[in-house]
């Protein structure tokens, strides 16, 4: 692959410890009903129950908060470490970016969340100034909701 000048930017990470196990801090990922209570970008409005991804190849439907759908394509997974996805308009294929959680447990109470959203093979220029749009601060408030969630409040104070 080449890489562009401004690979760098195109890939943005945030990371947090979270006061709770891996396996529970997944199911709030994994299960995409969840999703939008602590999405931080504020761009998830609902899901289908009965989604829970459980491998690589599984996709699941999502309605963003503009009334869009979005069928998220898991391209990556390791039950309770690792997920990832890429999202596509019904019917087509993914434009090419990806957002990715890993799940790191530092003890048995703790996990170390990373957060990302690559956007370096992203092809459509239509949503090019949305994936500037997306940076550290949104994810880190996606990673502050979560911890909320799964350390038992689901409230993050503003």
């Known amino acids: 692959m080449t890489t562009r000048p401004d690979d760098a930017v195109r890939v943005v990470t945030a990371q947090r410890q979270v006061a709770a196990g891996a396996d529970q801090i997944f199911e709030l990922i994994a299960d995409p009903a969840?999703?939008?209570?602590?999405?931080?970008?504020?761009?998830l409005a609902e899901a289908p129950s009965g989604q829970?991804?459980?491998a690589a190849g599984d996709v699941f439907v999502m309605t963003l908060t503009n009334g869009k759908q979005r069928e998220n394509h898991?391209?990556?997974?390791?039950?309770g470490r690792l997920i990832a996805?890429?999202?596509?308009?019904?019917?087509?294929?993914?434009?090419?970016h990806l957002w990715r959680w890993?799940?790191?447990?530092v003890?048995?109470?703790?996990?170390?969340?990373?957060?990302t959203y690559d956007w370096t093979r992203l092809t459509d220029e239509s949503r090019?100034?949305?994936a500037r749009a997306t940076t550290t601060q949104s994810l880190e408030a996606s990673l502050e909701r979560l911890a909320a969630h799964a350390e038992g409040s689901g409230t993050v104070a503003q």
């Open 34 to 43: 969840r999703q939008p209570a602590w999405d931080g970008n504020d761009n």
């Open 52 to 54: 829970r991804v459980r």
């Open 74 to 79: 898991v391209v990556e997974f390791d039950e």
């Open 85 to 96: 996805w890429q999202p596509a308009e019904p019917g087509k294929e993914p434009p090419g």
């Open 102 to 105: 890993e799940l790191e447990p």
């Open 107 to 115: 003890d048995t109470a703790h996990t170390l969340v990373t957060h």
């Open 128 to 130: 090019l100034p949305r």
